[in-house]
T-cell receptor
Framework: DSGVTQTPKHLITATGQRVTLRCSPRSGDLSVYWYQQSLDQGLQFLIQYYNGEERAKGNILERFSAQQFPDLHSELNLSSLELGDSALYFC???????????????FGPGTRLTVL | GENVEQHPSTLSVQEGDSAVIKCTYSDSASNYFPWYKQELGKRPQLIIDIRSNVGEKKDQRIAVTLNKTAKHFSLHITETQPEDSAVYFCAPLDYNQGGKLIFGQGTELSVKP
């Protein structure tokens, strides 16, 4: 168990819909990262937040957005869903407030999104 | 940005044999090099990492070697066991605008009893 939690585990929805994925980082970690894993694209970085602020953006579609709240949990919002958005979505956390290696990322169990 | 190549894409070994997976990267500024193990449908799990101030790191049956001049690092698993069967990913860290992992394509390791 990495200490990173994600909900829900599975999500089945229809094209055109909007969903929200939630992530709680390890206790004390300031950074949250979102990654998408699909069969054709592999594991790809989407976006990073550090202590509530967006720090880096990757291959994230305009239909997707994220935020990190004062309690450091994060949400990834996916809208106008398409069949191709079906994937595993992982969040990871790093940058412990208490000190230690800031670059080591620990992954949550993921949310499997199926768009029908 | 960082380009990452991982080889081989599949690897089949007999139990007890050694396995080696190689990763090459393009960004000479990279200085953190982790390896992740992922079982089917599960999360990527960090198994070992190395920073650029060392050339080799070992943890029981697992070791990682780093060659910064050639820009590659390798995962070595000795005395393989069936439970080592999984997909392994290298993921050098790209420090540009933060610290995102750039994942290789993955190596599916199969250990036959």
């Amino acid at each position: 168990d990495s200490g990173v939690t994600q909900t829900p585990k599975h999500l089945i929805t229809a094209t055109g819909q909007r969903v929200t994925l939630r992530c709680s980082p390890r206790s004390g970690d300031l950074s949250v990262y979102w990654y998408q894993q699909s069969l054709d694209q592999g594991l790809q970085f989407l976006i990073q937040y550090y202590n509530g602020e967006e720090r880096a953006k990757g291959n994230i579609l305009e239909r997707f957005s994220a935020q990190q709240f004062p309690d450091l949990h994060s949400e990834l919002n996916l809208s106008s869903l398409e069949l191709g958005d079906s994937a595993l979505y992982f969040c990871a956390s790093s940058d412990p407030k208490a000190g230690g290696p800031s670059d080591t990322q620990y992954f949550g169990p993921g949310t499997r999104l199926t768009v029908l | 940005g960082e380009n990452v190549e991982q080889h081989p894409s599949t690897l089949s070994v007999q139990e007890g044999d050694s396995a080696v997976i190689k990763c090459t990267y393009s960004d000479s500024a990279s200085n953190y090099f982790p390896w992740y193990k992922q079982e089917l449908g599960k999360r990527p799990q960090l198994i070992i990492d190395i920073r650029s101030n060392v050339g080799e790191k070992k943890d029981q049956r697992i070791a990682v070697t780093l060659n910064k001049t050639a820009k590659h690092f390798s995962l070595h698993i000795t005395e393989t066991q069936p439970e080592d069967s999984a997909v392994y990913f290298c993921a050098p860290l790209d420090y540009n605008q933060g610290g995102k992992l750039i994942f290789g394509q993955g190596t599916e390791l199969s250990v036959k009893p």
